[in-house]
């Protein structure tokens, strides 16, 4: 999917954490970021159908 171009704001120190973490990655400050927004969007989506009830793992005994 082609990428578009946008601008954000981000305070200081939030930046230094994204630098030093593209810098153990050796990846961009671009990537640190796109990978954050995709986690964001994924997290606050709307979905269709609810989420599956949980079941309990694990033994069945009470």
Known sequence: ???KHT?????TRDLVLIEE???RRGVSR?????EGV???AR???VRDE???TPTRCGDDRA
């Open 21 to 23: 973490a593209a810098a």
């Open 30 to 34: 671009a990537e640190i970021i796109r």
């Open 50 to 52: 609810p989420p599956p």
């Open 1 to 3: 999917m082609p990428l």
């Open 43 to 45: 997290l606050n989506r």
């Open 38 to 40: 995709r986690i964001a």
């Open 7 to 11: 601008t954000v704001h981000v305070d």
